[in-house]
């Protein structure tokens, strides 16, 4: 179970369950650090809103 961080609305933290949710929290566990390159693959469009969140960059 993940909690859904504050800056985040019901309606924008809908789509990470599942496969978003997987790998919002292995985001979040990792020692990855805003403006690290990290690779996101095989999760369809969830890649797309995890790329478009605030300070990421999709390449």
């Known amino acids: 179970m993940s909690s859904i961080p504050n800056e ?3 309606l924008e933290a809908a789509p990470l369950m599942c496969a978003g949710e ?3 929290s ?4 990792s020692k990855a650090r805003p403006g690290d390159l990290v690779a996101i693959q095989g999760i369809g469009g969830v890649k797309v809103i995890l ?4 300070n990421s960059k999709a390449i």
């Open 26 to 29: 292995a985001l979040r566990n």
């Open 22 to 24: 997987t790998t919002f």
């Open 51 to 54: 790329a478009t969140a605030p």
């Open 8 to 10: 985040l609305s019901v």
